[in-house]
């Protein structure tokens, strides 16, 4: 347990800029940008106009302040609070895919896989603490450095618009900053199991691939997919490519960016509207994949991967 | 005391050649065995088939273990230096010696710290700011707090200046080597390890050519040094290798009596180094 811990610390210390400082760095710099577009607005007298400037966060502002209901200026600070992770968990994405796709690689190519061999650690620990780091370590990041930053902007709006005659604390007391926060460490376990089939293949190709291991990752697949539409095209019905693309392509490559387990089936069965956004983000919403075959199926099968790419950890040299 | 590595029969083939074509060795406790042989000799596989990182036919024993089925358990007991540059570039002196105190059971991070304390490492520095001296530095000093019986060391001062290599040999004999320590050590500078040690194999073509303790060596092996009038006469002994030098003729002898040549000549022991070219004549040819 204690070997592991420090494996996983190893994994930290190696990709520090991935893990910390880029999530750090997205939320300083939404903040920012956030923090240009309301200094323009102020001086120009309009938010709307720099909506483009930074998405929607503008405009979300310029109705909070034109709206009275509390509701939806609530849902609308809740939404600015959402939006910063949204971008973490896209850099995240970027971040875990390539961290995977070096994992068992990079370190063959550069050779210091033979001092890492030359120590008491098993193959196995040595590639699970890697989908610990990409799975837990690195989502946990990226959840606290979005809310922080999700705050940061919440307070920032909060202060604006108590410029403009409406009470600061009692908007605060409009937005749900909690259950925005339950809900992004409620789903770091979901996004571990989720992005298992990814981990997988990602790390199977790292530890498999003699050069270019995304080009193994992203080709081969594709070709699958090609074949598989040719012979859909030839013959008519065998196969539907469709369900390869959604279930096989996207799961073995995408399932690393956090939120693709939430589909348009998710949005409408929690209302569809705007108001209803949380409740489309919120836990049970997003635990319901859970349900379908697929996501353990998935689970399974990256598990099966994560074997294949320990056992040629075990006998791939630096040759 | 049983041996710490015994190998019988061992073979390994890449694609097209025989890395390893059936070759048996054992190697005895406290002792320093110099594997020597030229490049693609089959020096590294035998090393990685030692260390467990590499698949073989054949029977292997390492320390009592089957180093394909048990190597996290034989990773305890084995260090090695395999090349210089296979620390990772981005570890910091401090994070490599946290690792290693807290992953190594037998590492003993005084020591290390006592060996660091020698150089001129600073606990922020990173591998990639080190030159490839100070990562050799680091790397020792990782391994000397181990207390492992079974050292091995693949090239550990290839492209080291003088003065790097020197003190990398030195550090190991004087505070790590003992007699329940075992160390294996491959290279090409030969004339560096010669007088360290206490036994020598010789590897060509994958076969251990060569295998014997450096008092055999001596006793075996006669250098005889003579005048180029009576160079036919020494000829006709059959010797095994024979070079000009100053207008004088050097002829090596394998087991020839010692007494004999006496009388043709100055008799000394052989170099390694030359023993080492007269063996692996016409090899790239």
Redesign the interface.
């Known amino acids: 347990m204690?070997?592991f811990y420090?494996?996983v610390?190893?994994e930290f210390?190696?990709h520090r800029g991935g893990f910390l400082w880029a999530p750090v760095i997205t939320g300083g710099v939404f903040l920012l940008l956030n923090l240009m577009g309301i200094v323009a607005g102020e001086v120009l007298g309009n938010f709307n106009a720099h909506s483009d400037f930074i998405g929607n966060n503008m405009g979300l502002l310029n109705r909070a302040l034109s709206d009275n209901d509390a509701t939806r200026i609530g849902v609308g600070l809740d939404f600015v609070m959402l939006s910063t992770s949204m971008f973490t968990s896209i850099v995240l994405g970027f971040v875990v895919f390539f961290y995977f796709l070096g994992a068992l690689y990079d370190?063959r190519r550069?050779?210091?896989?033979?001092?890492?061999?030359?120590?008491?650690?098993?193959d196995t620990a040595t590639v699970l603490s890697k989908v610990v780091a990409g799975t837990v370590l690195a989502p946990a990041i990226a959840v606290v450095c979005g809310v922080l930053t999700g705050i940061g902007m919440l307070l920032l709006f909060a202060i604006t618009l108590s410029f403009h005659g409406v009470s600061l604390w009692h908007l605060l007391t409009y937005a749900h900053p909690f259950r925005v926060t339950a809900n992004l460490i409620g789903a770091i376990p979901l996004y571990a199991l989720w992005a298992l089939p990814s981990a997988g293949w990602l790390l199977l190709c790292s530890a498999w691939a003699r050069s270019k291991p995304f080009l193994w990752a992203a080709v081969l697949p594709v070709a699958v997919g090609m074949v598989l539409a040719w012979f859909k095209l030839m013959s008519g019905r065998i196969f539907d490519g469709g369900w390869y693309w959604h279930d096989v392509f996207a799961r073995a490559l995408l399932s690393v960016f956090p939120g693709t387990w939430l589909g348009q089936r998710n949005f409408v069965e929690a209302g569809g509207g705007p108001e209803h956004t949380l409740d489309f983000l919120n836990l049970g919403n997003a635990y319901s994949v859970m349900a379908t075959p697929s996501f353990w199926i998935g689970a399974v099968a990256g598990l099966a991967l994560l074997a294949a790419a320990i056992w040629l950890r075990?006998?791939r040299?630096d040759t | 005391m049983n041996a710490v590595v015994s190998a019988r029969g061992l073979s390994k083939r890449y694609k097209n050649a025989a890395a390893l074509d059936s070759a048996s060795f054992e190697i005895q406790p406290g002792r320093i065995v110099g594997l020597i042989g030229p490049n693609g000799a089959g020096k590294t596989t035998a090393l990685k088939a030692i260390l467990g990182l590499t698949d073989f036919q054949g029977e292997l024993n390492v320390l009592g273990l089957d180093p394909r089925k048990q190597r996290g358990k034989l990773m305890e007991q084995v260090c090695f230096i395999a090349d210089v540059a296979v620390l990772p570039r981005w570890i910091r002196v401090s994070e490599a010696v946290d690792f290693v105190a807290n992953t190594h059971p037998r590492f003993d991070r005084k020591k290390c710290e006592a060996f660091l304390a020698r150089t001129k490492l600073t606990p922020n520095l990173r591998v990639k700011q080190m030159s490839k001296g100070m990562i050799v530095q680091l790397h020792l000093a990782l391994v000397m707090a181990i207390d492992a019986r079974l050292l091995v060391l693949d090239e550990p001062t290839l492209g080291l200046d003088i003065l790097y290599r020197k003190q990398f040999y030195q550090s190991l004999l004087e505070d790590y080597f003992d007699e329940n320590k075992t160390i294996i050590v491959t290279t090409h500078q030969v004339e560096e390890v010669e007088h360290i040690l206490t036994d020598l194999m010789f590897i060509r073509d994958g076969k251990i050519v060569l295998d014997a303790d450096m008092d055999a060596v001596g006793e075996r092996f006669t250098e005889v040094m003579v005048s180029a009038e009576r160079a036919a006469e020494v000829r006709a002994l059959k010797p095994m290798d024979e070079r000009q030098v100053f207008g004088k003729s050097i002829f090596l002898f394998d087991g020839a009596a010692r007494a004999q040549l006496e009388a043709l000549g100055e008799v000394r022991r052989p170099s390694v180094s030359d023993l080492f070219v007269a063996t692996m004549k016409g090899t790239y040819a």
């Not at chain 1, 550069?110 to 098993?122: E, I, V």
């Open positions: 204690k070997t420090w494996l610390k190893r210390w190696e370190d550069d050779r210091s896989l033979l001092f890492w061999k030359s120590l008491p650690l098993s075990r006998w040299d």
